[in-house]
């Protein structure tokens, strides 16, 4: 089977910063189903094995991956995705509980019936194989002894040593680089697995929240390193490509992650938005004794700022807008109208306002009001110019006759509501 190869520098999340990231896409064995190129793999699970089967018509290359010992399936999630993205036919077998057992595992999985639901699940006789930690980098070691491995890589495992007559690949957080052991600095099992829950660790004492996206930054950065170069080193040696194998006498040996340079981002030159909010509010109110308070809150808002790295909303800043409200207190109406401030800081806003109202009832009020909301406050990208404000306010009106009010409720947008009443409606069946 023939492969073609592109190259490009992004990284596993879309960080540009990475070191290299391999696209591979199968030759003769096109797509089974032109219109599935979004998804081009099919995901089946045993007991003792998950199977990644390419969408392709003619059998593919295999790589079993043996994840470390106490681990899960998880752990091997990305390299798997990205292989069998890449017309690899992928096994990944669950650790046993008894490490001498681990290479029978391998080989069970090997001679194991291809799915029949998917031709990409039939296997050439080329097989490679990957080890995670200590676990699995001695399984496969083992494997090699029993039968002819196209290709062996291990990762993070500190006994990796070279196969005889077996093209080999260490990726080690430390040691010395060479062309056999790419050293990818500070690397730890945490940059291997997709889970990021045990990456998510508490904060050390007095840790800013800058200083841990920076440390979420650098996580990424040395999975996708990782990654890359699996990719590319499996695809030189098992996928055939004879072209990757000869490049790989270039390829680098180490791989430093940088943290971000956030001078650059303040640097950086803000942006123009417009956003609209219509938010429900549900409260009480000090009017008259303790009173309910229902109605909505129509913003519109003009800021100016600068997009957030990494993330799928826009970013911090500040804004200036206008304001106007239908609410029911204590089964009387009260509109109102003014102004308002919005101070944006990586997700969440305060958004103070000054402006008049009038009170319809039996007497007929009118005066100033002013308050704040606190809470998440972010325009997403995918939502064009809807702002999503989501928290509480605080108001308090001053009437002309000298009567003060109180107002505390929750402030949803419509639109958040209407998201979340979607998702609950589908988990719940509904």
């Not at 596993?12 to 990231?21: C, H, K, P, R, T």
């Not at 999985?109 to 639901?117: G, H, I, K, T």
Request: aromatic letters at 6%; glycine letters at 10%; one cysteine or more.
């Amino acid at each position: 089977m023939r492969w073609l190869v592109a190259i490009a520098l992004v990284s596993l999340a879309g960080v540009a910063d990475a070191s290299v990231a391999i696209r591979i896409a199968p030759g003769p064995g096109a797509p089974r189903d032109p219109a599935r190129r979004d998804h081009p793999y099919s995901r089946f699970r045993d007991v003792a094995f998950e199977a990644y089967c390419p969408h392709t018509t003619d059998p593919n290359p295999v790589v079993v991956i043996a994840p470390d010992l106490g681990a899960r399936f998880e752990q091997a999630n990305v390299a798997a995705t990205q292989l069998a993205e890449a017309g690899l036919h992928v096994i990944v077998v669950a650790p046993p509980r008894e490490p001498a057992r681990y290479p029978d595992a391998l080989e069970q999985a090997l001679a194991s019936e291809p799915d029949a639901r998917e031709p990409g699940c039939q296997r050439t006789d080329v097989i490679g194989a990957i080890g995670i930690g200590a676990g699995g980098g001695a399984a496969v070691r083992a494997l090699a002894t029993r039968r002819p491995l196209a290709a062996v890589l291990t990762i993070l495992d500190e006994a990796a040593r070279d196969v005889p007559e077996t093209p080999t690949l260490a990726i080690a957080a430390t040691g010395t680089p060479s062309r056999t052991r790419f050293v990818v600095v500070d690397a730890t099992p945490c940059d291997v697995d997709s889970d990021p829950l045990p990456c998510r660790a508490p904060p050390p004492p007095g840790e800013t929240a800058e200083h841990a996206q920076d440390r979420w930054e650098l996580h990424r950065l040395r999975m996708a390193a990782i990654y890359a170069r699996t990719v590319a080193f499996v695809a030189a040696y098992v996928g055939g490509d004879d072209a990757l194998r000869d490049a790989s006498a270039a390829w680098e040996t180490q791989y430093v992650a940088t943290p971000p340079d956030h001078t650059a981002d303040r640097a950086r030159p803000k942006q123009n938005f417009v956003f609209l909010s219509v938010p429900g509010l549900l409260g009480g109110a000090s009017h008259d004794g303790a009173g309910l308070l229902t109605g909505l809150r129509g913003e519109l808002i003009f800021a100016r700022l600068v997009s957030e790295r990494s993330l799928h909303h826009v970013g911090r800043g500040h804004g200036l807008g206008i304001y106007g409200e239908l609410l029911r207190v204590d089964d009387e109406p009260v509109v109102g109208a003014g102004l308002t401030y919005a101070s944006y800081t990586s997700g969440i806003a305060l958004v103070p306002s000054v402006g008049v109202y009038r009170r319809s009832g039996e007497v007929v009020d009118r005066g100033i009001a002013a308050g704040a909301f606190l809470g998440f406050r972010h325009s997403f990208r995918d939502f064009d110019r809807i702002d999503l404000p989501i928290g509480f306010r605080v108001d308090t009106r001053f009437g002309r006759d000298g009567e003060r009010s109180v107002e505390v409720s929750a402030e949803i947008d419509l639109v958040a509501f209407a998201l979340v009443g979607s998702a609950l409606g589908w988990a719940l069946g509904l």
